[in-house]
């Protein structure tokens, strides 16, 4: 089975703009989780869609939104962006029932803001 | 609230000698714990994980961790390191209900020849 794909690899935007990330989940999986990772900070959760409903959410402000597709599909949406937004955004796969365990991620989109 | 504590940044190693990479945690119930390990420029890969049954998890590349319950620990080990596992590994523990990963803040290793 492909891995977890996300798309752009590399994105650079200023301050005030918005933000749209993508991230395709391994064929089967219906579960999507997104995780920013910052030197500062670590790696924290942001949000989990599940059947195109969004089934967690964490400690983010409301300029971070997300939203699935039919096909579980994912994207990720920063509006406003700031400096402080730049960092690692991984997304995370699983087939989302209570015991599937493992989460495969994906490589990662690097957002650097200026 | 669940949580993960990596006691080191940096645990450095020569490589054939065996290494320790610590966790603990802290969590309400019994604890759903993984590690995973980061390459530079590369997402997250699992190693392991403990739901529950034994207490010696073994893993991927040789990998295992011991889960403790009464010290909550859950420390990566490999009797015999190489170069190429030289990276940044994460421990997490699984909110029970949900698919959130807690993550510790992280241990660089480095395995030096």
């Known amino acids: 089975k492909a891995g977890v794909t996300q798309t752009p690899r590399y994105l650079i935007k200023t301050r005030g703009q918005q933000v749209t990330l993508s991230c395709s989940p391994i064929?089967?999986?219906?579960?999507v989780s997104w995780y920013q990772q910052t030197p500062g900070q670590g790696l924290q959760f942001l949000f989990e869609?599940?059947?195109?409903?969004?089934?967690n959410k964490g400690n983010f402000p409301g300029r971070f939104s997300g939203r699935q597709f039919s096909n579980s599909r994912s994207e990720m949406n920063v509006s406003t962006l700031e400096l402080g937004d730049s960092a690692l955004y991984l997304c995370?796969?699983?087939?989302?029932?209570?015991?599937?365990?493992?989460?495969?991620f994906g490589p990662g989109t690097r957002l650097t803001v200026t | 609230a669940q949580s993960v504590a990596q006691p080191e940044d940096q645990v450095n190693v020569a490589e054939g000698n065996p290494l320790t990479v610590k966790c603990t945690y802290s969590?309400?119930?019994?604890?759903?714990l993984f590690w995973y390990v980061q390459y530079p420029n590369r997402g997250l890969q699992f190693l392991l994980k403990?739901?529950?049954?034994?207490?010696l998890v073994k893993g991927s590349y040789g990998f295992e961790a011991e889960f403790n319950k009464s010290q909550t620990s859950f420390h990566l080990k490999k009797p015999s390191a190489l170069v190429s596992d030289s990276a940044l590994y994460f421990c997490?523990?699984?909110?029970?209900?949900?698919?959130?990963?807690?993550f510790g803040t992280g241990t660089r290793l480095l395995v030096s020849p």
């Open positions: 995370a796969s699983s087939d989302g029932t209570w015991a599937s365990y493992e989460q495969y």
């Open positions: 064929s089967g999986h219906r579960s």
């Open positions: 869609y599940f059947s195109e409903t969004q089934r």
């Open positions: 969590v309400s119930g019994n604890p759903y």
């Open positions: 403990y739901i529950t049954g034994d207490n």
């Open positions: 997490a523990v699984r909110d029970r209900s949900f698919q959130k990963l807690v």
